[in-house]
């Protein structure tokens, strides 16, 4: 006689979770097939969080089939990687903290699943501040920042709740978002205040089912940046709401304007905030997937029960690379204020140059930013009439200029496109030549009417 052991978890608690013993005897050699009530038969389905998962990004542009036009060199504005061109290396300082990681051997282990304590401390300390303090038991480190999203969302948010999510936006928060069972709402951004939020759209969508608010500033893909008072009036409504917010800060002190960026945390006497970064976007690292969450929280409103379900989050997939980890002290506190000060001038010498090559364009209305990498561009679709929307817009610009810019679509935004600005400057100038052509040779409209129908 045989005896197996199944172990089946049931109703468990998170703090204790209850696991049933199963001892199952099995007589004979064929006694396996006794227990069994069905005929075995393949049927293999992928899951039904698999189906829910989707990213618009990739179902949108793999519908655009369109190939470049073969005496073109392809220009891509497209992808949100400062590093592709290469005109943009990181710093020598963080290659080498990297190098001096490895070499010393000692980060070759698991380390705990929010991070060593060392590397935490290292964030907490540059991070923190007198308005809005914090310490290495605030900080988790994430595999990118893309993970810190999923598990601040993930300790939030229910199936069956809702998140409200800016419109446009980075699409990543409504993949996460529908995957998890939980519904999406898209407050809106208005381009003609520079992208502000419509505060008053914004509260009309809190309801009792509402887990939290996205905020995501500078904001990708438009490029802009909320000034202060702009920002204590989100706390303001998400106060009054007793609603927690969720601060996607990845692109945090890449402006243009020196002193302009504005950390929510700082500002917020009761809010609650997990405040998400990393290293990708301003030490120009995305590969090396570095990101925290940011746990703010002075009037104890998440309290224990947030950060546990944080932690235990954490606990499923290790996070960030040790190596990466070890590597943060230098990283953070050796790369000298000049490499940082560089990547902004960069981007923001692209920025004006697109911004003012651009504005001339019939049928084109950019909307100037003012940080991150990004910028908007409006089309008039009436003086385009051939085209059917910004899908198809780009997707010609593709084949006949093959200059190929995300269509705002992607962002839930028609009849805008999104330019990247990290591209080095003679490749802008030249997509922004071409996209110039492009536009005149298609326009449809009494001349200068543009001016008088959008606000450049
Ligand atoms: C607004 C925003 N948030 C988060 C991320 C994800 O960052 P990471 O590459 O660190 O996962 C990106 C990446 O482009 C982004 O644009």
């Not at 810190?148 to 709740?161: F, H, M, R, T, Y």
């Not at 928060?173 to 914004?202: C, F, Q």
């Not at 990845?250 to 020196?258: N, P, Q, T, W």
């Not at 385009?384 to 610009?397: G, I, L």
């Amino acid at each position: 006689m045989q005896t197996d052991s199944y172990i089946i978890q049931v109703n468990g608690s998170a703090v204790h979770p209850k696991v049933l013993d199963v001892h199952v005897n099995i007589q004979g050699p064929n006694g396996l097939e006794k227990m069994k009530s069905r005929k075995p038969r393949w049927a293999i389905r992928a899951s039904e969080m698999s189906k829910k998962t989707f990213n618009p990004i990739r179902a949108i542009v793999d519908t655009m089939t369109a190939k470049p036009n073969p005496n073109k060199k392809m220009i891509a504005l497209s992808i949100g990687d400062p590093t592709v061109f290469g005109n943009l290396p990181t710093d020598e300082h963080v290659t080498r903290a990297m190098k001096e990681a490895i070499d010393s051997h000692k980060y070759n282990g698991y380390a705990p699943s929010i991070g060593y304590l060392s590397s935490r401390d290292v964030i907490a300390k540059y991070y923190t501040c007198p308005e809005a303090p914090l310490e290495a038991k605030d900080v988790i480190l994430t595999s990118g920042c893309s993970q810190a999203i999923e598990l601040a969302l993930s300790v939030l948010a229910n199936p069956g709740q809702n998140i409200l999510v800016p419109r446009p936006g980075f699409s990543l928060y409504k993949t996460l978002a529908l995957s998890l069972g939980v519904e999406v709402k898209l407050y809106n951004l208005l381009p003609e205040r520079s992208w502000e939020i419509d505060l008053k759209h914004m509260e009309s969508l809190v309801d009792d089912k509402t887990a939290g608010i996205i905020i995501n500033n500078p904001s990708n893909p438009c490029g802009s940046v909320f000034n202060k008072k702009h920002l204590q009036k989100i706390l303001s409504v998400a106060s009054r709401q007793c609603v927690p917010i969720l601060a996607d800060e990845i692109y945090g002190d890449m402006v243009f304007e020196e002193g302009m960026f504005q950390s929510l945390a700082p500002l917020s006497t009761n809010v609650p905030i997990l405040s998400c970064g990393g290293l990708a976007k301003r030490w120009l690292v995305p590969g090396w997937r570095m990101g925290w969450i940011l746990i703010h929280d002075r009037k104890n409103i998440f309290g224990k029960e947030i950060r546990e379900g944080l932690v235990r989050l954490s606990q499923r997939i290790l996070g960030p690379c040790t190596i990466v980890q070890g590597a943060l002290d230098h990283i953070i506190n050796r790369t000298p204020q000049d490499f940082y000060q560089n990547t902004i001038s960069f981007i923001k010498s692209n920025a004006d140059l697109c911004f003012t090559a651009l504005s001339s364009v019939p049928g084109l209305c950019p909307v100037q930013p003012a940080g991150a990498m990004y910028l908007m561009v409006g089309i008039d679709m009436e003086h385009f009439p051939e085209f059917e929307n910004d899908v198809d817009f780009t997707e010609r610009m593709i084949s006949e200029q093959s200059v190929f810019c995300l269509p705002a679509t992607c962002f839930e935004y028609p009849n805008y496109f999104r330019v990247v600005l990290t591209v080095p400057e003679e490749m802008m100038i030249e997509a922004c030549r071409r996209i110039r052509e492009f536009c005149e040779q298609h326009y449809q409209g009494g001349e200068g009417t543009q001016d008088l129908e959008c606000d450049k």
